[in-house]
T-cell receptor, first 111, second 115 residues
């Protein structure tokens, strides 16, 4: 069975600080996908990034970057120069056709 | 493309009543998923369709729950004889089945409150 662990329940940062959200995805599958979603107060889950299990390169897209290490099952997500609009709950998820979600990390960016 | 649409956005019902939710996926997406999210938790998978075929149901989906996608387009999720424990956000998502494009896009959800 798969398991997604987001150990950070809530993080508060001051605007313009960098923040890293941690995720551990455990599975016996050899091929899978990992995702980060953002859920603002409005409630809609917004897709942010996807990563294949066989690709361990770090990637950057705008203010977002992510780091997948298969050996430690970690899939961390960094927001550079955080903004107040980044305040939301962030979910890590993994799977192939159906997703297993973590419990989320609430990010508060203070002005 | 208007994204995934869910109706109603909120539903308040009394225990024992039946409720039905609707999901309209992104038009070219052949897969449709239902998830349930309770307060402080991540979404939990309930069931999914490829075209009109329901391919998997979670054991979370009791006999009181039924989902359909009759023409492979919109889907409905019905809960019969609602219980207070059914109170949650019900999320619908859609995707393409092609592996390289199987990102699930979510609707805004239907929040159910059972009194």
């Amino acid at each position: 069975a798969q398991k997604v662990t987001q150990a950070q329940t809530e993080i508060s940062v001051v605007e313009k600080e960098d923040v890293t959200l941690d995720c551990v995805y455990e599975t016996r599958d050899t091929t899978y996908y990992l995702f980060w979603y953002k859920q603002p107060p409005s409630g809609e889950l917004v897709f942010l990034i996807r990563r294949n299990s066989f690709d361990e390169q770090n990637e950057i897209s705008g203010r977002y970057s992510w780091n997948f290490q298969k050996s430690t099952s970690s899939f961390n997500f960094t927001i550079t120069a955080s903004q107040v609009v980044d305040s939301a709950v962030y979910f890590c998820a993994g799977g192939t056709y159906k997703y297993i979600f973590g419990t989320g990390t609430r990010l508060k960016v203070l002005a | 493309d208007t994204g995934v649409s869910q109706n109603p956005r909120h539903k308040i019902t009394k225990r024992g009543q039946n409720v039905t939710f609707r999901c309209d996926p992104i038009s070219e997406h052949n897969r449709l998923y239902w998830y349930r999210q309770t307060l402080g938790q991540g979404p939990e998978f309930l069931t999914y369709f490829q075209n009109e075929a329901q391919l998997e149901k979670s054991r979370l989906l009791s006999d009181r729950f039924s989902a359909e996608r009759p023409k492979g387009s919109f889907s409905t999720l019905e809960i019969q004889r609602t219980e207070q424990g059914d109170s949650a956000m019900y999320l619908c998502a859609s995707s393409l089945s092609e592996v390289a494009k199987n990102i699930q896009y979510f609707g805004a959800g239907t929040r159910l409150s059972v009194l």
